[in-house]
């Protein structure tokens, strides 16, 4: 890929980018009247086309599926029940991908539809078959347009919003560049409907964002109010998911661009439309790390003393049982579960190495002790530091952390507990847990995407 003249020296990485990952939401796509615009979709169409016989690979995740369903069923409005958005999405993601195939057709460019859920990124079979699927369609010449599968994707597995899938779909497909379109011309330090407001047009890193209040960019001209919020009716997407979502690709070493879909052809140019969230110096974080943090549904939780919450959170140790001092939910070794601090706030997420039924019976032990009296299969983390990513800061300092506590025999006084170095938990002299609780052997162990510590019954994709 050549650099553009209209392209900027700050946005060389967009206009270069090899492999180029596009979403459009379906504000961009319809009419005032939330019907899809087949202009609209022309001039994407030919704008990616361009980006295409300049010898780069694209992938378009589109919304629209619902919006194209509105019409055949006469509905008027987009409906608020699972079951009726499912069935508009079944009536029109045919439509859909067959407007996107006569307008890419014109180019001469052949399209194919991949449609995902949250669930294809969690189990590996299904995360790998997506991923050489894409790859395969683009090695083939053709054009995937993604889409979120929501006709069988249900509240509690599914992304809500095409902003973050198109991330994770960059990630998986190890894209040089995301853009995000839409009909906000990028970030803005304040709402431009009541009074001055600046377009933001880089971002460096998070502490860029500190004090801005995201508001909905409109472009001169661009319409009443009204026509706008019922642009707006047609998706789930504001600025916020778009700005999330272009967190999630830059940390991952993916520069992104969030403008609105009549600046695609400039924004693909590197040239200055919307705005520009510079990629993240250093290592690509490792696939499964990206998923369990923005893709991964908890299955349950676990409760950490204050202890415990400062070694995962601030020292990055692994969760030992000593610090864990309640359970909640019903979950496999394996799934990932939410960890909490004492007031009930999430503070990392992981993924389990043992059942919610076994977690009660070692809770407030030291593995030594647990492998000395039930085996050394026992004298494992119940996360691993491996397998866990931190979804909020550190415990303030100058509070006084909670200490597990251990019990003499004798006396029954408490005693601080010893924690042992490198992992968050201590010793107790509880009673151990019963026979039930002992893992079962002789499974495969595998904790997660890439990684070489174990976890039962469990495989996971690779980054």
């Known amino acids: 890929m050549t650099v553009p003249d209209t392209a900027t020296a700050e946005r060389a990485d967009i206009a270069t980018a090899t492999r180029v990952v596009v979403k459009v939401g379906s504000s961009s796509l319809t009419t005032p009247d939330g019907e899809i615009d087949g202009m609209r979709i022309g001039a994407l169409a ?33 409906p608020r029940d699972l079951a009726t958005q499912q069935a508009a999405a079944s009536v029109g993601q045919g439509l859909l ?13 052949r399209t194919g539809q991949v449609l995902l859920s949250a669930d294809d990124l969690m189990r590996r079979t299904h995360y790998r078959n997506a991923q050489r699927t894409l790859d395969r369609l683009l ?11 929501d006709t069988v994707a249900t509240d509690e ?3 809500g919003d095409n902003d973050r899938l198109a991330a994770l779909v960059a990630h998986v497909t190890r894209a040089g560049a995301l853009i995000l379109l839409s009909d906000v011309d990028g970030l803005y330090d304040g709402d431009p409907r009541r009074g001055e407001a600046q377009r933001i047009t880089e971002v460096r890193d998070r502490a860029d964002l500190d004090g801005i209040r995201l508001g909905r960019g409109l472009n001169a001209g661009q319409g009443a109010l009204g026509t706008q919020d019922n642009r707006k009716a047609q998706g789930i997407g504001g600025m916020a998911t778009k700005v999330e979502a272009a967190m999630i690709a830059s940390a991952a070493g993916i520069p992104t ?17 919307g705005t520009y969230f510079a990629a993240a110096r250093g290592r690509r974080p490792a696939t499964r790390l990206l ?40 979950f496999d070794a394996g799934d990932p579960v939410n960890l909490r601090d004492e007031n009930g706030a999430i503070v990392a997420r992981g993924l389990v190495n043992y059942d919610a039924t076994e977690i ?5 032990r030291s593995t030594r002790w647990l492998a000395s009296k039930l085996g050394p299969e026992y004298e494992r983390e119940v996360v691993h530091r491996d397998d866990l990513v931190i979804v909020l800061a550190a415990p303030a300092r100058g509070t006084t952390p909670t200490a597990s506590y251990r019990h003499c025999r004798c006396c ?11 992992s968050a938990g201590g010793r107790t002299g509880r009673q151990p847990p019963g026979p039930r609780s002992r893992p079962r052997r002789g499974r495969s162990r595998s904790a997660g995407p890439g990684t070489g510590s174990t976890i039962p019954g469990r495989t996971w994709p690779r980054s």
């Open 46 to 78: 030919a704008a990616l086309s361009a980006r295409r016989q300049d010898g780069g690979q694209v992938v378009l995740v589109s919304s629209g599926a619902i919006a194209s369903g509105l019409a055949p069923l006469g509905l008027s409005k987009r």
């Open 97 to 109: 991908i067959a407007r996107y195939t006569a307008a890419f057709a014109r180019h001469g460019i």
């Open 139 to 149: 090695e083939l010449g053709v054009l995937p347009v993604v889409n979120e599968n």
């Open 157 to 159: 597995i599914r992304f």
């Open 257 to 273: 661009v969030v403008a609105d879909a009549a600046s695609a052809a400039t924004a693909l140019g590197g040239g200055s439309a």
């Open 291 to 330: 998923w369990l943090k923005h893709a991964a549904v908890a299955h349950g939780s676990l409760r950490l003393d204050h202890g415990a919450v400062e070694a995962v959170v601030k020292r990055r140790a692994s969760l030992l049982p000593a610090g864990i001092t309640g359970v909640e939910g019903a």
């Open 360 to 364: 009660p019976g070692l809770m407030g």
């Open 412 to 422: 029954r006084q408490g005693r601080p507990a010893r924690r042992a170095r490198g």
